[in-house]
């Protein structure tokens, strides 16, 4: 019978290969595992035999604000349809993309994981309208801009584990912090040499002025944020002609002749010219005239789906919702009133340093932050609620 400590030899000498083999199979522009850093060393006990990236991929999946993604709005929300994009799906497509491009470019599969699935884990209910409703409360609270790039720092590194937050990767924290997919880059090109005090640094800056440009350290952060756009454009462009908000015929020429006209198409086309751009370059890129249709459909997507009036009926009342839970939740604080969802739900057995880092209106917002739409709807009285339609 093999003892518990030739186990533990066996299973260290197996990493230790799968480090080695990375220098033959990758590219040399690549993350490599080895040269992952944390923020606090571990022992063997909590690492284990599994690779750095790998590892970190396992926490995310794990954590709880991943379960909560299965019920988070993607773009269409109060909406009963099972066909919809939810924000889980988007992740999963993220992160299946974006290993596609990475295997042809001989990058970390791991690493490309790891980012997308935790990308959007601080991302409100509601979307990006409840992002601008919560963001608005943030800044009249004192404490700067709400984005969910720098959320989903904020719940990985600092509320996960009530409180104690995962120890993941600087690299896989930099690329979630980075991924940006709503801005328009036809290159991203890496700005390697980041530590975890310029992190600090770029999330303080994001909060301050949202405006400020972010770039990932690593060609891998660099796949995910072209990925994210890549699954979410043609993505929503289903999901609109499903809801017969547009018709597939409304869809720009220009963009068809480049790109076609369904999301299959979409996705195989900018995948294949990202490939063919970025082989074998210290950058990720597209074509001048991928790059052209692409920022057209990103054009026609915002003025025809996500700023539609017709889709944004209840987008007042959501409103009005964060507000009346932004101050109920600062009033329970104020008077300590017990019994409120965010000692019993959000604050029991937080970790000290949680609470002592944290002000009331921080506090606040992770907790709202971190809401699924239902529980955000169960939250508030039964007279402000908008009804869900079926469709």
């Given at each position: 019978?093999?003892?518990?400590?030739?186990?533990?030899?066996?299973?260290?000498?197996?990493?230790?290969?799968?480090?080695?083999?990375?220098?033959?199979?990758?590219?040399?522009?690549?993350?490599?595992?080895?040269?992952?850093?944390?923020?606090?060393?571990?022992?063997?006990?909590?690492?284990?035999?599994?690779?750095?990236?790998?590892?970190?991929?396992?926490?995310?999946?794990?954590?709880?604000?991943?379960?909560?993604?299965?019920?988070?709005?993607?773009?269409?929300?109060?909406?009963?349809?099972?066909?919809?994009?939810?924000?889980?799906?988007?992740?999963?497509?993220?992160?299946?993309?974006?290993?596609?491009?990475?295997?042809?470019?001989?990058?970390?599969?791991?690493?490309?994981?790891?980012?997308?699935?935790?990308?959007?884990?601080?991302?409100?209910?509601?979307?990006?309208?409840?992002?601008?409703?919560?963001?608005?409360?943030?800044?009249?609270?004192?404490?700067?801009?709400?984005?969910?790039?720098?959320?989903?720092?904020?719940?990985?590194?600092?509320?996960?584990?009530?409180?104690?937050?995962?120890?993941?990767?600087?690299?896989?924290?930099?690329?979630?912090?980075?991924?940006?997919?709503?801005?328009?880059?036809?290159?991203?090109?890496?700005?390697?040499?980041?530590?975890?005090?310029?992190?600090?640094?770029?999330?303080?800056?994001?909060?301050?002025?949202?405006?400020?440009?972010?770039?990932?350290?690593?060609?891998?952060?660099?796949?995910?944020?072209?990925?994210?756009?890549?699954?979410?454009?043609?993505?929503?462009?289903?999901?609109?002609?499903?809801l017969n908000v547009i018709q597939r015929h409304e869809i720009p020429r220009d963009v068809v002749a480049v790109l076609g006209d369904s999301n299959g198409t979409i996705v195989y086309n900018l995948v294949t010219?990202?490939?063919?751009?970025?082989?074998?370059?210290?950058?990720?890129?597209?074509?001048?005239?991928?790059?052209?249709?692409?920022?057209?459909?990103?054009?026609?997507?915002?003025e025809r789906i996500y700023l539609n009036q017709t889709i944004k009926q209840h987008a007042p009342a959501i409103h009005t919702l964060f507000d009346h839970l932004f101050e109920t939740y600062m009033d329970d604080?104020?008077?300590?009133?017990?019994?409120?969802?965010?000692?019993?739900?959000?604050?029991?057995?937080?970790?000290?340093?949680?609470?002592?880092?944290?002000?009331?209106?921080?506090?606040?917002?992770?907790?709202?932050?971190?809401?699924?739409?239902?529980?955000?709807l169960r939250q508030c009285p039964a007279e402000l609620r908008p009804a869900i339609v079926d469709v």
């Amino acid at each position: 019978m093999e003892r518990s400590g030739d186990i533990a030899t066996t299973m260290e000498t197996l990493k230790q290969a799968l480090n080695d083999r990375e220098s033959t199979i990758f590219s040399t522009k690549a993350a490599f595992s080895a040269d992952a850093r944390r923020r606090l060393t571990e022992d063997k006990v909590h690492s284990g035999y599994r690779q750095a990236y790998a590892l970190d991929t396992d926490r995310i999946l794990h954590s709880m604000a991943y379960t909560r993604y299965i019920d988070k709005t993607q773009v269409f929300y109060l909406i009963r349809n099972d066909h919809i994009t939810h924000r889980v799906l988007h992740v999963q497509l993220v992160s299946k993309i974006a290993r596609t491009i990475g295997r042809f470019l001989n990058l970390n599969e791991d690493l490309i994981e790891a980012i997308a699935l935790g990308h959007d884990i601080g991302h409100t209910p509601f979307g990006h309208d409840g992002e601008r409703y919560l963001s608005k409360l943030c800044e009249g609270a004192g404490i700067g801009h709400f984005l969910h790039n720098v959320q989903s720092i904020q719940f990985l590194d600092r509320v996960e584990r009530k409180g104690r937050g995962w120890n993941l990767c600087l690299q896989t924290l930099d690329g979630i912090l980075c991924h940006d997919g709503e801005i328009h880059n036809q290159v991203l090109q890496p700005r390697q040499e980041k530590t975890f005090e310029i992190l600090a640094q770029e999330m303080a800056a994001k909060k301050k002025d949202p405006r400020h440009p972010l770039m990932p350290m690593t060609l891998e952060g660099c796949v995910v944020r072209m990925a994210d756009t890549v699954a979410y454009i043609g993505r929503d462009l289903e999901d609109a002609i499903r809801l017969n908000v547009i018709q597939r015929h409304e869809i720009p020429r220009d963009v068809v002749a480049v790109l076609g006209d369904s999301n299959g198409t979409i996705v195989y086309n900018l995948v294949t010219d990202i490939i063919h751009c970025s082989h074998p370059h210290d950058h990720i890129a597209l074509s001048d005239k991928v790059s052209r249709a692409l920022k057209r459909l990103k054009d026609f997507n915002l003025e025809r789906i996500y700023l539609n009036q017709t889709i944004k009926q209840h987008a007042p009342a959501i409103h009005t919702l964060f507000d009346h839970l932004f101050e109920t939740y600062m009033d329970d604080l104020r008077i300590g009133r017990q019994e409120s969802k965010i000692f019993t739900s959000f604050m029991a057995d937080m970790d000290p340093n949680y609470l002592q880092r944290h002000r009331p209106a921080e506090i606040v917002r992770d907790f709202i932050a971190g809401m699924t739409d239902r529980y955000f709807l169960r939250q508030c009285p039964a007279e402000l609620r908008p009804a869900i339609v079926d469709v």
